[in-house]
């Protein structure tokens, strides 16, 4: 079987600590399956508008011979559409369908990535979370849920000693963008103010100062001096900052997979959501979920089975993954 990975140039070949989740997803996925497969990959340049878009479509379908590939299979949220493609088969995974609610999410591109999902021979959805929001957008072709993975760094390297952490302190953390509507940072403010004095809330991630909801969540920062603004986590310390957590507070709205919850279940670090979180079930197993008050589980924390938790969060490895990959490639082509 011959398969043809696209994703953008960045995605293929920026320094890793300019990557993105996705260009995780995307490397590693290109790595591991060239060792079951042939695969070649075809790096697109991010678009400046739709005009460039369509041309770069254009161009590919000209100068790629597609029919010489049993599988088309666009691995990034961007806009490419195969033509000209013979029997090849044409996927794409879907992370995520969040520029249809979130304007933080829209771009000028996003009809075409989406013209580029219905168009698509089949598509891989990353949670059941996805595949049904695939549905309610009335796709009507092939959908499989092939779960994504984390780095094996997550279970390889060795987890930092109990006596390093001050017992009298219980320290929550947060990892991902601070300032965006759909991560609903506010709201976890406002549900750790209630808790009691001897507690930390960490909070590592990007933002803009300029941001209307990031200015809100400096108001409730000024007020409350256990919670810290700590700026973005360097790739290389990320697994020492979530050793460092006594739990993990992802309060998003909802997650078209939820890595951070994975990752953070990896290093045996409980995970706390909303009730009301729209997370997909597959990650949220082993989820303490609160309405609005932290007091309602923090006494739970310590109860935790931290050995379940990191053998949970070893389903989601790159192995499983290319296994599960290839089975849907062999489905697709019959």
């Not at 590939?69 to 949220?77: S, V």
């Not at 976890?188 to 103010?193: E, H, N, S």
């Not at 933002?207 to 700590?230: A, G, P, V």
């Not at 997650?255 to 670090?269: D, L, M, N, T």
Request: proline share 3%; charged share 30%; glycine share 2%.
């Amino acid at each position: 079987m011959r398969v043809l990975l696209i994703a953008s140039k960045d995605d293929f070949f920026s320094s890793l600590e300019k990557v993105t989740g996705i260009g995780r997803y995307v490397r590693q996925t290109y790595e591991s399956l060239s060792k079951y497969l042939e695969v070649e990959k075809f790096p697109i340049y991010d678009y400046s508008s739709v005009l460039s878009a369509f041309l770069t479509t254009v161009t590919a379908s000209l100068s790629l011979r597609y029919r010489n590939f049993d599988i088309i299979h666009l691995l990034a949220p961007k806009p490419f559409i195969p033509l000209l493609k013979g029997n090849a088969k044409s996927v794409i995974t879907v992370h995520d369908l969040f520029f249809l609610k979130y304007q933080e999410s829209l771009s000028r591109l996003s009809r075409l990535y989406l013209l580029s999902i219905k168009k698509s021979d089949a598509v891989i959805a990353v949670s059941s979370k996805v595949k049904r929001d695939l549905i309610e957008m009335n796709y009507n072709k092939k959908i499989f849920v092939v779960n994504p993975f984390i780095d094996d760094k997550f279970f390889k390297e060795k987890k930092r000693n109990a006596t390093e952490k001050k017992e009298d302190i219980i320290k929550i953390g947060y990892i991902g963008k601070i300032d965006s509507e759909r991560k609903n940072v506010l709201r976890a403010i406002k549900a750790f103010k209630n808790l009691r004095e001897n507690a930390l809330f960490e909070l590592w991630g990007n933002h803009s100062t300029s941001n209307k909801i990031m200015q809100e969540i400096i108001k409730e920062i000024k007020k409350d001096k256990r919670i810290r603004l700590m700026g973005p986590a360097p790739e290389e310390d990320l697994i020492k900052i979530y050793d460092s957590f006594d739990a993990f507070f992802l309060p998003s709205k909802e997650e078209g997979f939820g890595y951070p919850i994975v990752e953070a279940q990896s290093r045996g670090i409980p995970v706390i959501v909303f009730e009301d979180s729209d997370i997909p079930e597959e990650v949220c197993k082993y989820c303490l979920k609160i309405n609005n008050d932290l007091n309602e589980i923090i006494d739970k924390i310590s109860d935790i089975n931290r050995n379940a938790l990191i053998s949970f969060a070893q389903k989601f490895n790159v192995n499983a993954y290319v296994k599960n990959l290839v089975n849907m490639y062999n489905e697709i082509i019959k």
